[in-house]
């Protein structure tokens, strides 16, 4: 992809910041962090070729095909507050979805929280990780594993090779568009833009908690903090944390 490729998705999105390319790095979203830390302005962008220690939701590892993925992370400095930040999660999916839709022809939609699904399988996923002071969310890395060839793991899929400076820009346009909307419009056009490509939504799934817990029932909504409402039958159960599983 390069440094140019990151620079014309910036372009495509009318974004100006740096950007940063590396052909392999540990991860897109720990280099991020550390010029976040360093003072990186809002929308500063970094993208690999190939990780070395990718990372997933709750300490999963990320594998990617050398030169076969499109990863890419960006700093934010939001004004949102710490609980709401599940939010920005939900947007990089539904702007995948939407973006990768648009360009391939495949249909991509997602799985609470994170990941993005065709009809073949995963084709990527989204991390978010953030640095909270207090009350003070001093920054938030957005990060994204899309494959485009289909590694070699169980259960995984690909997008098909699509122009990937395109793919980004109408990413982060889509991304851009709801982002910078006043809080209460953030939250109502997150919720209407993540609904419409939920795979999640409407289907029985099974949701464990950290401890262990177990509820199952149908996946109904998703509330205005991004968290996910399940009617299990003796009430609705609000889950932010879990891991959910997708019943037959």
């Not at 990060?143 to 060839?149: K, Q, R």
Request: charged content about 25%; aromatic content about 4%.
């Amino acid at each position: 992809m390069g440094v140019n490729q990151l620079e014309r998705a910036l372009g495509l999105a009318g974004l100006a910041a740096p950007a940063h390319w590396r052909e392999v790095t540990g991860s897109t979203n720990a280099l991020a962090a550390e010029l976040a830390e360093a003072g990186a302005p809002e929308w500063t962008l970094v993208g690999a070729g190939h990780q070395t220690a990718g990372r997933g939701r709750l300490g999963r590892t990320w594998q990617d095909r050398p030169g076969g993925a499109l990863m890419i992370s960006f700093v934010l400095r939001p004004s949102l507050p710490a609980d709401a930040l599940g939010l920005l999660t939900l947007l990089a999916g539904a702007a995948w979805a939407e973006a990768a839709s648009a360009l391939s022809g495949v249909e991509v939609r997602c799985k609470w929280p994170n990941d993005l699904l065709s009809a073949d399988g995963k084709i990527g996923g989204v991390l978010a990780e953030s640095s909270v002071r207090g009350d003070d969310v001093r920054w938030v890395v957005v990060g994204s594993g899309i494959n485009l060839v289909r590694p070699e793991v169980e259960g995984a899929a690909g997008l098909g090779e699509v122009d990937r400076g395109v793919l980004s820009g109408g990413f982060l346009a889509r991304f851009r568009e709801v982002y910078e909307l006043e809080r209460y419009e953030l939250s109502e056009a997150v919720v209407a833009r993540w609904s419409a490509v939920s795979a999640t939504l409407g289907r029985r799934v099974a949701a464990v908690g950290t401890d262990g817990t177990r509820r199952e029932g149908e996946a109904v909504a998703i509330d205005r903090s991004g968290r996910l409402v399940i009617e299990t039958g003796e009430g609705e159960a609000v889950v932010a944390s879990d891991e959910v599983e997708h019943l037959r």
